[in-house]
C-alpha cells in the first residue's frame, strides 16, 4: 500500500487499507508529504512504521484533507464490482423463487404490495451476504459493498415501475378518451371528485410503501454485507 513521508520532519505513515495518498493532504507540521513504495527508502532503517497514524519520531499526527472529493474517492475504492455483480445474481435467484411462491400462496390485493416489500428486503439481504462473503474483508466494505447491491436494485425496480406506469397512464387515457362522449356532464363531474380523491391517497399510501421499501432495501443490504464478512471469519475462509 506504501507509505507517507515528511520533508520537513521525517516522520512517516503507513497507508492502511481503503487509504490513497490523495486523503492526505499534508503533515501536521506543515511539511508535504510525498508517497513511497517501501519504507526502505529512508535515511534511517530502524525506524518502524505506526499504524496509529503518528509520526515514528515526533508523536505529531497526520491529518486527511477534509473534503467530499476525497471521502467519495475512498468509498469508491472499497467497492468490489464483481462481487457486487454475483450477488446481484443471487438476488436475481431470489426473485424468481419468490415469484413462484406468489403463484403457490395465491396472494392477492394490499398483500401483493407487502409481499413485493419484502420480497425487495430479502433480494438485498441475501445478495448483500453473497456480496460480503465473497468480496469483503471488513464489516465496514461489507456495509458499503451491501449498499451499493441495493442501490442498483431499487434503481432497477424503479426503471421498470416507471415504465409500467407510463404504458398503464397511457392506456387509462386512451380509455378515457373513448369513452368521454358517454357520459353524462353530472355524473362525469360526480365521478371525477370521486376519482380525484382516491387518487390522492392512494398517491400517499404509495408514498408511504415506497419510503418502507427503500428504507427497508437499505438497511438489509448493508446488514447483509455485514453479516456475509461474519460468516467469512467465523468460518475461516480466505478469499
Known amino acids: 500500500m506504501g507509505y507517507l513521508i515528511c520533508d520537513k520532519c521525517d516522520g512517516y505513515y503507513e497507508l492502511q487499507s481503503g487509504e490513497s495518498a490523495e486523503d492526505f493532504e499534508t503533515c501536521s507540521c506543515g511539511g508535504r508529504l510525498n508517497f513511497v513504495d ?25 491529518f486527511k484533507e477534509p473534503n ?42 394490499d398483500g401483493i404490495t407487502f409481499y413485493a416489500i419484502f420480497t425487495l428486503a430479502i433480494m438485498a439481504f441475501i ?20 449498499g451499493v447491491l441495493s442501490l442498483i436494485l431499487l434503481i432497477s425496480l424503479g426503471l421498470i415501475i416507471g415504465i409500467f406506469m407510463f404504458v ?25 371528485k370521486t376519482a380525484s380523491n382516491d387518487s390522492f391517497f392512494k398517491f400517499l399510501w404509495n408514498v408511504f410503501y415506497g419510503f418502507i421499501a427503500i428504507v427497508l432495501t437499505f438497511v438489509a443490504g448493508v446488514g447483509g454485507g455485514s453479516l456475509g464478512v461474519i460468516l467469512k471469519e467465523k468460518l475461516n475462509i480466505q478469499l
Do not use: Q, W
Open 38 to 62: 517501501t519504507i526502505e527508502v529512508l535515511n534511517e532503517p530502524t525506524k518502524k512504521s505506526k499504524t496509529n497514524k503518528n509520526h515514528s519520531n515526533s508523536g505529531k499526527e497526520y
Open 168 to 192: 398503464m397512464i397511457s392506456v387509462t387515457n386512451s380509455i378515457m378518451a373513448s369513452l368521454s362522449p358517454l357520459l353524462s356532464s353530472v355524473g362525469s363531474s360526480t365521478a371525477s
Open 68 to 109: 467530499l472529493k476525497n471521502r467519495i474517492m475512498s468509498i469508491n475504492s472499497r467497492i468490489n464490482i464483481l462481487t457486487v455483480i454475483i450477488g446481484l445474481a443471487a438476488s436475481v435467484l431470489v426473485f424468481i423463487l419468490a415469484s413462484l411462491l406468489l403463484g403457490v400462496l395465491g396472494i392477492a390485493g
Open 127 to 146: 445478495g448483500s451476504i453473497v456480496t460480503g462473503f465473497l468480496g469483503c474483508n471488513s464489516l465496514e466494505d461489507g456495509g458499503i459493498n451491501g
